[in-house]
């Protein structure tokens, strides 16, 4: 069993930068995919950015070149580096670990291991 921790959301106005970070627990996540998701009120579960173990990174369109997704050398968390935070990147933002260490799956039914999400509200 993993638990999955997510901190580091906050207010901010647009143009700042904030770093997410999810912290695992309970089992290594070495051998795992990691990605971030996030929702906004009355919207779908996105896929924001992804990593598989090996370290190889996806983003969705509306984030590439703002956001970047790490993960410690110690692998046990996850970064989100968000730049150029723009008002519709306001959302809850979750943590998913996916057993499948090499595959970019975007559907969040998939992921067998969730954090409790934390917010990022972007101020115009």
């Known amino acids: 069993q993993v638990q999955l921790v997510e901190s580091g959301g906050t207010w901010v106005q647009a143009g700042d930068s904030l770093r997410l970070s999810c912290i695992a627990s309970?089992?290594?996540?070495?051998?795992?995919?990691m990605a971030w998701f996030r929702q906004a009120p009355g919207k779908e579960r996105e896929l924001v950015a992804h990593?598989?173990?090996?370290?190889?990174?996806t983003y969705a369109d509306s984030v590439k070149g703002r956001f970047t997704i790490s993960r410690d050398n110690a692998n046990i968390a996850v970064y989100l580096q968000m730049n150029s935070l723009k008002p519709e990147d306001t959302a809850v933002y979750y943590c998913?670990?996916?057993?499948?260490?090499?595959?970019?799956?975007?559907?969040?039914?998939?992921?067998?291991?969730w954090g409790q999400g934390t917010q990022v509200t972007v101020s115009s």
């Open positions: 990593i598989t173990s090996g370290g190889a990174t």
């Open positions: 309970g089992r290594s996540i070495s051998a795992y995919a």
């Open positions: 998913a670990a996916d057993v499948v260490a090499w595959r970019v799956q975007t559907n969040s039914n998939m992921y067998a291991y």
